[in-house]
């Protein structure tokens, strides 16, 4: 499966643990694509918090040991296997997963998680499309079943998964509002509550559910719907403040996605590209040399903007 006396740049992780078992190698084989697999220059990944989980081993889903992070690059497609015939080398493309892992110079991906890049997006924003857009849209459009018209509250609007909530949201005729820093203040609730002429907020995607869930039961409209996309530990809520409004609380994970949804959501989003509204934003850039210090940042930094991404 490797190319022979080709070796790249990988981040390696050989132990889980801080941020600092993040290793970047310098001699890491480059893979040669099966059959059905298609070998990417990488040139973007993006930076997600749930990598961060995994790597220290907090995660339910754990890698074999050692393993380099990173599923969301886009590139040049490199090489292809036999059975490959819906991208040739040279393609700019981009993945919603890769095989061997995305904080590298190569990756190596089945081509049913490749993608033609569309002409409007650089690598860097094809290397923001995949989780943030696809867990925008499940949230919003799959699990809260969002209407034209209804009242979403965007907890973490800035970062990369807030900025696709935004995004679509407009784009579907919702009323979004959107908390950066401000949640941190003591008054905000009331701010959003008289924003709204006190009818509450139908659907609130929440990015940091172990702090904020018990106020989001008590912004929701009746029958609205808190939907989770991250939680970094419990907290403890009153099931009663769900009663009164007959309000829902539902998880959202991409892994939980059929085949069916995910062709549903990527019709959606590139329609979005065609049509000019989907415009990835990109905030902090890498270099895999700085990999502790993006992980340390993605967890650490409150109110960051746009996407964090590698650039490779």
Request: some cysteine; glycine content about 10%; overall charge neutral.
């Amino acid at each position: 499966m490797t190319s022979v006396n080709r070796l790249m740049r990988a981040i390696r992780v050989f132990e889980f643990g801080n941020p600092e078992v993040l290793k970047l190698c310098t001699d890491v084989p480059v893979p040669s694509p099966g059959e059905d697999q298609v070998l990417v220059r990488v040139r973007a990944c993006g930076i997600n918090p749930v990598e961060t989980y995994i790597r220290a081993g907090a995660y339910a889903r754990k890698p074999t040991l050692p393993y380099t992070p990173g599923t969301d690059i886009a590139g040049v497609v490199e090489d292809v296997g036999k059975k490959v015939t819906s991208f040739k080398n040279g393609d700019r493309v981009f993945a919603t997963s890769t095989i061997t892992g995305g904080y590298a110079e190569y990756a190596l991906c089945s081509s049913s998680t490749v993608y033609p890049l569309p002409d409007q997006l650089n690598f860097k924003q094809g290397a923001a499309l995949s989780v943030p857009y696809l867990t925008a849209y499940r949230a919003l459009c799959h699990k809260a079943h969002a209407k034209p018209g209804e009242v979403v509250l965007v907890h973490g609007a800035s970062g990369g998964v807030g900025i696709a909530a935004c995004q679509i949201a407009r784009a579907y005729g919702l009323k979004v509002f959107g908390t950066r820093d401000n949640h941190r203040e003591t008054d905000y609730i009331d701010k959003i509550e008289e924003a709204t002429g006190g009818q509450g907020i139908n659907v609130i995607l929440e990015m940091l559910s172990n702090v904020n869930l018990s106020n989001d039961l008590r912004l929701l409209s009746s029958s609205g719907r808190v939907i989770i996309v991250g939680s970094r530990g419990p907290i403890e809520i009153n099931p009663r403040d769900t009663m009164l409004k007959e309000s829902s609380i539902i998880g959202v994970s991409l892994f939980s996605e059929s085949k069916e949804e995910r062709n549903e959501s990527f019709a959606a989003l590139f329609g979005g590209i065609e049509a000019g509204w989907l415009k990835p934003l990109i905030g902090p850039e890498y270099t895999l040399d700085k990999a502790p210090q993006a992980h340390e940042d993605i967890i650490q930094t409150s109110g960051a903007t746009g996407k964090m991404v590698f650039v490779i």
